[in-house]
């Protein structure tokens, strides 16, 4: 396990940032990677273990490709870090399990889990311009999420394709262009509880999908355009 901090990757040819293999526990802290040509953070694996890793409180910003990447990879944490300004997902998760993501702050980027990832939990992240993206995943839990329009984006603030058994707890959509919730291709048993949308709830459905909604007091609510 190592500790860097303080520093600076910039304009690297591939990523700002890799950490892979065997490699576990190191924790990245107040870390400034910006402007490379791939990915910002690389996290992936190894295969059969927890690696443990924790990103705290760094800025990652304007790479070409996603700001942080989670390929195959379990049992981290990021924490208080600012992502913005990405040609793709700020944050990405995929075929990953068993992380958290506290305080973070993803600006004009998406915050996109895929492939797979089940059991990651969320709490009291802000997505400012962009939207959460859950691809086919299962058994997610994303609490005090605030998702926030900038620009016109995101069209769909909570945006569910394949995905299933997840649940979103005290959180908030607010002036989403098209839909706060939208679900699609047999996402089935989600649940939006204690959900505030400003400045009011608009949710899709495509007819093989289906979620639950409660508002603020508990009542609950339809998902209807």
């Given amino acids: 396990a190592n500790t860097v901090q303080d520093t600076t990757s910039q304009h690297n040819t591939r990523y700002g940032m890799e950490i892979t293999g065997r490699s576990s526990g190191n924790i990245i802290l107040h870390y400034t990677i910006y402007n490379n ?17 924790q990103l705290i409180s760094n800025t990652v910003s304007n790479n070409e490709v996603e700001g942080i ?7 981290n944490q990021l924490m208080n870090n600012i992502v913005q300004d990405h040609g793709s997902a700020g944050i990405y998760v995929k ?38 993206k859950l691809d086919s995943v299962v058994g997610n839990v994303i609490n ?12 769909n603030a909570y945006d569910f394709t394949r995905s299933s058994e997840n649940i979103v707890l005290d959180s908030e959509s607010v002036n989403a262009h098209e839909y706060a919730i939208r679900a699609a291709d047999s996402s089935v048993n989600n649940q939006f509880l204690r959900f505030m949308a400003t400045p009011r709830l608009r949710c899709y459905t495509d007819k093989r999908s289906r979620v639950s909604i409660t508002g603020p007091d508990g009542a609950s609510l339809p998902c209807r355009r």
């Fill in 95 to 132: 075929n990953s399990h068993f992380n958290r993501f506290d305080g973070n702050s993803l600006i004009n980027d998406f915050l996109h889990l895929v492939s797979g990832s089940t059991a990651n939990r969320f709490n009291n992240n802000i997505i400012v311009g962009g939207r959460l």
């Fill in 69 to 75: 990447y989670l390929l195959n990879s379990n049992n």
């Fill in 144 to 155: 005090a999420m605030s998702v926030r329009e900038q620009g016109g984006r995101p069209s």
């Fill in 37 to 53: 040509n791939d990915e910002g953070i690389h996290l992936s694996g190894p295969g059969g273990a927890d690696p443990g890793q």
